[in-house]
């Protein structure tokens, strides 16, 4: 970990954990105080580091990456004034690709290129699957690297393309780079977002005033009063200047496979994706769960706060009472102190502390969002326990995550996987809970609106953390040893 950082909390390793978060203005005065808050919205994305570009015409560009949270520093009017102008592009970031855990100002982002044309600036959402391969033909034909960001090679693929305007460069870099992307560009006129032909990451058109926004999720765009436009389209370049918005797409057209798991817990519920609230589909989920696994009761409790809808929509669905079993602490941050070796025995009870009142003789449903190594649920059902409870029964709102994502999502190694090494009732033995159940891959593809399930000669989401479906061949991982699932 970084000499800038303090370490993460020892429950922090339990999620999957998004990436990035990427925003961008073009048209409004102090465009970079609107990405700021931007970027405030969108830190449940990533909160190790922050970074914005700007613009201004007698300015030129000019930048400011920062570690720790965005509330922490680009809100501070001695930095944000060095920050003017009408066109500003920003990037929070966890790390994953690059120096994991090893985070280097020089790997946040956006990433700034001169070109004969003038500057350009990126920010990347996502996980170039074959960046190894990439990076080493283009150090071998001469670029020089500044991070160890596999979203760098963007930058020096179109350094090395021969068309003639910014836009069309980045189309020809692109053509080159496997896996997911959303990309959020600058020049000195224009601002340019980008999402890979399969539409792995989101990326969503806002308007506000004769001001244009391109963010990660909707929940940004409020923040500024921005208006939701549309969603930008797999596969779609839109080009921002003051002649309006300019749509093309300049990939092979493929079908799309949006990340189903920003559904089930990255994005914040408060965000709309594909027309559809994330909060409902949540909800939806809960109440796919309790048809499909339903128990015998007292409480339904969420483990806070990404199982709070689908446990609500358990209970309405099941009828037994919803409950705030467990509290979560809401000032915990990643600066609260640094874990001793006592601390980290503290564990999870640093966020989460039970409702000892409520729980006491009750048989309680509790409804988590997913199990990534099982370690905190583990802990969750002890404190439950040691509350007084008579029964546990997990209900999860994901189905087994039993594949590590390659396309921007932070996931242990294959091995460190529980549901990779465990079955169903080999999980609940070793979490020593009443019951355990995960809705089904077609329950959940019916809470995101697919009434009939997965299609499973052509899924319509990437699903491939549930399944080892992946939508793309991760090339180099599969380089370095990674085996994909065998044909069934
Ligand atoms: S592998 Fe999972 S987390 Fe990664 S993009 Fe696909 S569905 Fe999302």
């Known amino acids: 970990m970084s000499k800038h950082m303090p370490p993460a909390h020892p429950f922090d390793d339990d999620k999957l954990k998004e990436e990035c978060g990427i925003y961008g203005v073009i048209g409004l005065t102090d465009a970079s105080n609107f990405v700021a808050l931007g970027l405030h919205a969108l830190q449940h994305r990533g909160q190790e580091a922050g970074g914005i570009v700007c613009y ?18 680009f809100t501070k009017q001695s930095l944000m004034e060095t920050l003017p102008g009408p066109l500003a592009i920003g990037h929070v970031r966890y790390s994953t690709a690059g120096s994991k855990g090893q985070t280097q100002i020089r790997d946040v982002q956006p990433f700034f290129g001169e070109f004969a044309m003038g500057g350009a600036a990126i920010a990347h959402n996502g996980n170039i699957t074959n960046a190894e391969a ?10 020089i690297f500044q991070s160890s960001s596999d979203s760098e090679c963007i930058i020096h693929l179109m350094a090395r393309s021969l068309q003639r305007t910014i836009p069309e460069r980045m189309e020809d870099a692109l053509r080159r780079v496997e896996g997911a992307f959303s990309v959020v560009a600058m020049t000195r006129t224009k601002l340019i977002g980008v999402r890979d032909p399969l539409g792995v990451r989101p990326l969503v058109l806002g308007q506000l005033g004769d001001g244009w926004v391109l963010s990660s999720e909707t929940c940004a765009l409020d923040i500024i009063g921005a208006k939701f436009v549309r969603e930008i389209e797999p596969g779609e370049m839109v080009v921002i200047s003051d002649s309006g918005v300019d749509s093309r797409f300049p990939f092979r057209p493929q079908k799309s496979r949006f990340c189903i798991f920003e559904h089930v817990y990255f994005s914040r519920p408060d965000s709309i994706i594909g027309g559809r609230s994330v909060y409902e589909t949540r909800r939806q989920i809960g109440v796919e769960l309790a048809k499909e696994s339903p128990v015998d009761a007292d409480l339904v409790c969420p483990v806070p706060d990404s199982g709070t809808p689908a446990a609500i929509g358990f209970s309405q669905q099941s009828g037994i009472p919803y409950a705030m079993g467990i509290i979560r602490n809401q ?14 025995n503290m564990g999870v009870r640093l966020k989460l502390n039970v409702n000892r009142a409520l729980i006491q003789g009750k048989r309680v449903i509790l409804v988590d969002d997913s199990v990534v190594r099982g370690t905190t649920s583990r802990k969750i059902k002890e404190m439950i326990l040691d509350a007084g409870a008579a029964e546990v029964h997990f209900r999860i709102a994901s189905p087994p995550t039993a594949w590590p994502c390659f396309y921007g999502v932070d996931t242990p190694q294959r091995e460190k996987l529980l549901a990779a090494t465990m079955s169903e009732d080999e999980m609940r033995e070793h979490l020593a809970v009443d019951s355990l159940k995960f809705i089904s891959l077609d329950g959940l593809y ?6 009939s399930g997965r299609n499973k000669a052509c899924p319509q989401y990437c699903d491939a953390c549930f399944s080892g479906d992946y939508p793309v061949a991760p090339s180099d991982q599969i380089k370095n ?8």
């Open 134 to 143: 990439l990076r080493r033909e283009l150090i071998e034909r001469g670029s």
């Open 446 to 451: 019916r809470a995101v609106g697919e009434a």
């Open 331 to 344: 000032y915990m941050g990643r600066t609260f102190i640094e874990p001793t070796e006592q601390i980290r």
């Open 56 to 73: 201004h015409p007698d300015h030129g560009f000019n930048s400011a990456r920062r570690f720790g949270y965005v509330r922490d520093n």
């Open 481 to 488: 040893g990674f085996e994909l699932k065998a044909a069934e």
